[in-house]
């Protein structure tokens, strides 16, 4: 199967002025394949973000290159099929949305590109209904909660049926409430084959990814499936990064009742496990 990205020896850095540039990317390489859904996590200043807007050729390296779909995002002259690939939802829904309802909102971008009316209305249909926001089609944005708006802009960008949705800190700014909502569409679309990339610092999100990617100091330091490396609690201490709070939950439940497993990473393992304890318990007490 062929990546439908691939960074290879990506360097950047961000010019502060003639004289002084700041190195945040240093020789970055990793491939994304259909169908995956990737975590990037690192602290603040890692340089994740930076790498999510190489992605879909928002910035593009000083060294090395990014191929989307075999498109060079180094070619101005295939910007837009490199972002008809790959679409970005950005941490603030509010600077995406531009337009005073709902599904207006949502076709702005098919009417930039010329989409017949009819094709027009079915997608803009389709992408509503699959962040299940179709009975606010006919609201204003503003009258909407963050996690509402933040499915309208997630809508707006899959109406442009892209391969690939990367979510550049799309939930920082939600409540739990919120997060949770936009982190079931994702894995939704995920589910019925969407790529996805989730940027992120909230390490609960980063478990539901089935790959994490840790980036320190402009490099790769782990990259793996979030049970591997969420067993490097020290290391990841040592990078400013934590385990989630299930994990170190059910740490120290185990300390306690050794029968407890305490390689869980994500709230339905904890309670599956817990429901699974108490079953135990009571068969005992019978």
């Known amino acids: 199967m062929k990546p439908i990205i691939s960074v290879e020896n990506v360097s950047f850095s961000y010019k502060i002025n003639e004289k002084t540039k700041v190195s945040v990317l240093k020789n970055i390489s990793f491939s994304i394949l259909p169908g995956e859904y990737v975590a990037i996590i690192g602290h603040n200043g890692s ?25 060079n995002t180094r ?10 690939t790959v679409g970005t939802v950005f941490q603030h829904p509010d600077n995406q949305i531009v337009a005073t309802i709902v599904e207006e909102d949502v076709a702005f971008g098919l009417e930039n590109i010329g989409v017949p009316r009819e094709e027009m209305k079915k997608r803009v249909d389709e992408a509503l209904e699959t962040v299940n926001m179709l009975p606010f089609r006919l609201r204003p944005p503003h009258h909407l909660s963050g996690g509402q708006k933040q499915r309208v802009a997630i809508a707006g960008v899959l109406a442009m049926k892209p391969d690939c949705i990367v979510f550049d800190e799309a939930t920082s700014m939600l409540d739990s409430f919120g997060r949770k909502e936009v982190l079931q569409v994702m894995r939704e679309m995920n589910n019925a084959g969407m790529t996805i990339v989730t940027v992120t610092h909230h390490m609960s999100e980063a478990a539901e990814a089935d790959r994490i990617i840790v980036i320190e100091d402009g490099q790769i330091v782990m990259d793996g499936p979030p049970r591997e490396i969420f067993q490097h609690k020290q290391e990841l201490e040592e990078l400013q990064l934590e385990v989630p709070a299930i994990s170190q939950l059910a740490g120290l439940i185990n300390r306690q009742l050794n029968d407890f497993s305490k390689d869980l990473i994500k709230e339905s393992e904890f309670i599956a496990e817990v429901e699974k304890f108490a079953k135990g318990v009571r068969k005992e007490v019978g």
């Open 75 to 84: 070619e101005q002259t295939k910007k837009r099929e490199i972002r008809r």
């Open 47 to 71: 340089g994740k973000s930076t790498l999510s807007k190489h992605l879909n050729g928002i910035l593009t390296p000083d060294d090395g290159d990014v191929w989307v779909r075999g498109y």
